[in-house]
């Protein structure tokens, strides 16, 4: 029996908890059937609560008081206590029919997207290559507020990149909370970043985050070399974003889609890609009109 799912990524701060919400609101509403997971074991606030957390099976607290670690390390831990107990996962998705869609709410920690092995032994139980069988796909969000600082974004993407190679799975990459950006900048300037061009950063000295260029009303000082301000305006750091951003360019594997959780149409969209990624629809049964009847009435 087929499984259909996505496992939700991104940096902290990204959204991926918020999103969780406005999708599983938006399946509700539109009465299909969800199946949420948490797998951040530092997680604590839920609009609604996961039908499965690995804090049931450990949490991050317990993990940095009882073996002495930090933050990061007690989270790389927490995973490979997962590895090494996937019944937990296993158990409850195995009886899970087509109808559903699994909701994978990951942690922000970037390292176990980009050069941890522990995410794609995961991702391989969990895919059709492993026992669960599941169409899988990852959600990879990131905060769109990054392209105001354009050495920032470009980081993001590279990061988006490596997920999508490390974990060799389908992604659908998503710009959140674009509510922030609104009145900021016009729509041909944020095709730019849907789409990165590696020339925003040939204009990134002349020009703000609008397209309109910058007015200097004074001199800039040039003040210590060695201070963060000075090696950020830096002729080698500017090599650098200009190599991340060639490296992105000569993929060509990365555009984002435009994601704003208080616009239902803007949420259904994003689930709409997902599900043409998984093939949601092709595994689907036809009803019969009388079959949609007599839901309302079970319902009612």
Request: proline content about 5%; hydrophobic content about 40%.
């Amino acid at each position: 029996m087929s499984k259909f799912g996505t496992l939700i990524m991104g940096p902290a701060g990204a959204g991926k908890t918020t999103f969780c919400t406005a999708v599983i609101q938006h399946l509700r509403n539109n009465r299909r059937s969800c199946f949420y997971v948490n797998l951040d074991p530092a997680a604590e606030d839920f609009t609604y609560e996961p039908d499965l957390d690995i804090k049931d099976l450990i949490s991050l607290e317990d993990v940095m008081d009882e073996m002495h670690l930090g933050p990061n390390g007690g989270l790389i831990y927490c995973f490979e206590f997962l590895l090494e107990n996937l019944d937990f996962l296993t158990e409850a998705l195995e009886p899970l029919s087509e109808e559903y869609l699994i909701l994978i709410d990951m942690p922000g920690q970037i390292e176990l997207y980009t050069h941890i092995p522990i995410l794609p032994t995961l991702v391989k139980h969990l895919s059709r290559t492993g026992s669960l069988h599941i169409n899988l796909c990852a959600t990879y969000l990131l905060e769109s507020t990054f392209v105001i600082d354009r050495a920032k974004f470009f980081a993001g993407t590279l990061s988006a990149m490596s997920a999508m190679i490390m974990l060799e799975m389908p992604h659908v990459n998503v710009l959140s909370k674009m509510d922030l950006l609104k009145g900021t900048m016009s729509k041909r300037e944020l095709k730019r970043y849907l789409d990165p061009d590696v020339s925003l950063l040939d204009d990134e000295a002349d020009a703000d985050v609008t397209g309109m260029p910058r007015i200097r009303t004074q001199p800039e000082e040039t003040g210590d070399p060695s201070a963060t301000d000075s090696v950020m305006r830096g002729a080698s750091f500017k090599r650098l974003n200009r190599a991340v951003a060639g490296l992105i360019d000569d993929f060509s594997m990365v555009s984002f889609l435009r994601l704003d959780v208080q616009d239902e149409d803007s949420v259904g969209a994003i689930i709409s890609y997902i599900d043409d990624v998984i093939q949601f629809h092709e595994a689907q049964e036809p009803r019969e009109p009388m079959d949609e009847i007599a839901a309302d009435y079970e319902e009612s």
